[in-house]
């Protein structure tokens, strides 16, 4: 914002002149500290794990959301190594901000997607490609589980036949066994300690207990309540099926508006397990992601009765299915979208972009989004009043146009 620029300014200036040197000393760490951060920027390395069957269409969805180039093939495990993408989460407000600024370079938030592939019926006893798939899994922060619900009879279906929640059984299985190994393992190591009377120790044995009897059921360590005192224990084990979840129905053309038979029966099964489903073709998407005159992309959604591609949603509901917020900086170098978490303080949003930031953290100056809009600069906001200072305590909200003041 504009204090920020006019220092950098001050650093052409004649250094004969003292008055400026002076500032420049004060005021040095803090430019310096803000390059290394603009350059160095600790985005938030987010991850989504595109898990499922063979052939249901994860290889192409991949290439839609992320212009990497997975192979995509009408066979069983053409996607061999996990593929890794860095997805621009698209932001209306973002480009709204840089039309006003006109900045020299415009950065959107992130969410890095990978193809997680060798999933199959056995995977958890070392079908298919074994147990590779569950490191890549781990390190996700969530998973999207695709799910075939378009009929083709030209594409293989390792089963045979369409069957959605045959397949969703068939994933959740092998997750469910992997995860039980995990919680079996937990309590044969604790168990020493539970007998010998330590309390902490027999807390967690209830916990791993309620765990492996909802496994053992066939359910989601997701689907258990956990007290508040118990979430860091729940969240250390670090189980599969504990990660938020997105299913993602691939459908073929005529249903990507209202979905179809497959897509309801998916939904009445996921009813029950707090999970999000949403539609999308991945087969046209791809084609409209190789459109590259814009025209021409909005007629053809057009067609399909979309406003927006698919995939769209799909990064904007894995976004949110993270629970994450985004705020803004915006600058005539610069106008950027920063991730963070619901209820992140100022100091926590400003280590976004830098440790330093948040160590020397002395206040904020926030522009709500709204305000911005409609006042149409950061000076006319200031003008009206509506500028905010606020201190270690605020609670950054969705969308707040932020600056910075600190000392390190
Ligand atoms: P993966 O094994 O799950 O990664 O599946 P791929 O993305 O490689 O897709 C397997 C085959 O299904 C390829 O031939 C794709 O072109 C095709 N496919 C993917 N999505 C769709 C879709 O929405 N409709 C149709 N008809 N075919 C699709």
Known sequence: MGGLVSLTKLCFLPPDNLFVLKT??????????????????????LKCGIVGLPNVGKSTLFNCLS?????????????????????????????????????QKVQAATVEIVDIAGLVKGASQGEGLGNQFLGNIRECHAILHVLRCFDDDNIVHVDGSVDPIRDKEVIDYELQIKDLETVDKAIEKIQRQVKIGDKEAAKEYELLKTYKETLEAGK???????????????????????????????????SVQNGNKHVECVKEMVAAENAEVIVVGAGIESEITELTDP???????????LEEPGVNRLIRQAYSLLDLRTYFTAGEKEVRAWTIHAGDTAPQAAGVIHTDFEKGFIRAEVIAYNDYVSLGSENAVKEAGKLKVEGKEYEVQDGDVMHFRFNV
Not at 295 to 305: A, Y
């Open 220 to 254: 989601a360590a997701r689907t258990v309540q956990l007290e508040e005192k118990n979430r860091e224990i729940g969240e250390n084990l670090f189980l599969l099926t504990n990660k938020p979840i997105l299913y993602v129905c691939n459908v073929d053309e005529g």
């Open 24 to 45: 420049l000393k004060t005021f040095e760490s803090r430019i310096i500290s803000y390059f290394r951060g603009s350059l160095n920027a600790s985005i938030m390395a």
């Open 295 to 305: 025209d021409e992309r909005e007629m053809f959604l057009g067609e399909l009765g």
């Open 67 to 103: 212009n990497a180039k997975a192979q995509s093939a009408n066979f069983p495990f053409c996607t061999i190594e996990p593929n890794v993408g860095v997805i621009n989460v698209p932001d209306e407000r973002l480009n709204k901000l840089s039309e006003l600024v006109n900045p």
